[in-house]
């Protein structure tokens, strides 16, 4: 996709959502990381479900340490593979007041080094708190990189990658919530919505839908 294309695609996401942020429910940089952490492989609703709960009893890292992987466990049984995200949100939290001041990191390596938080984990913490222009890969992101031959790539690192040269740099910071919004609502995976889709017209995806 010629750079021109993807410029006028950006600057679209950006007049129709000029301030796009995650969908996650959080009020402090701990809770994001934890909401984060339980979003692998969960839809935000059910983790926004469980943490509106989880968060009134466990907000902090020394709530979260003191409440233990067996406390932690019901309150997000509902979310996929809850068992090791408990253990994992548990162990981070002991490993934040242990080794961070009970803070999180701004800083990736230590970020990817917390249990359950692996780079997509770290690219949201560092874009989403601190301002960072990284570029998570999630699923969606994925599917529309590669659907709209917007930055195709086998794997999420290789997509990473490629938006993260192809993004301008003034678009940079939002583009993953953009682009996460709109394979989540518009480029969905079985029924993309190209009929309403505000850059149908410079997509390059051969195969689109008609309504």
């Not at 059910?46 to 907000?59: D, M, P, Y």
């Amino acid at each position: 996709m010629s750079p021109k294309k993807v410029r006028a695609i950006f600057a679209r996401f950006a007049q129709a959502n000029p301030a796009p942020t995650t969908e996650l429910e959080y009020a402090t940089p701990y809770q994001l990381l934890v909401a984060v952490v339980l979003s692998a492989q969960a839809t935000d609703k059910s983790v926004n479900l469980a943490t509106r709960e989880l968060f009134k009893v466990a907000g902090t890292p020394q709530k979260m340490a003191r409440l233990g992987e067996a406390g932690l466990a019901p309150y997000i049984s509902r979310i996929g593979l809850y068992k090791s995200k408990a253990k994992n949100v548990a162990a981070l939290s002991q490993i934040l007041l242990d080794q961070h001041g009970g803070e999180v990191p701004q800083d990736r390596a230590a970020l990817e080094a917390l249990p359950g938080a692996g780079r997509k984990t770290a690219n949201v913490v560092l874009n989403t708190l601190f301002g960072e222009p990284t570029i998570a890969v999630d699923t969606h992101v994925f599917r529309l990189a590669n659907r709209s031959r917007l930055a195709p790539g086998k794997d999420v690192r290789e997509v990473e990658e490629k938006l993260l040269k192809a993004v301008p740099a003034e678009y940079r910071h939002n583009a993953h919530h953009w682009l996460i919004l709109h394979g989540r609502y518009v480029c969905k995976a079985l029924k993309p919505d190209c009929p309403h889709c505000l850059i149908a017209d410079l997509c390059e995806w051969p195969e689109k839908t008609a309504g």
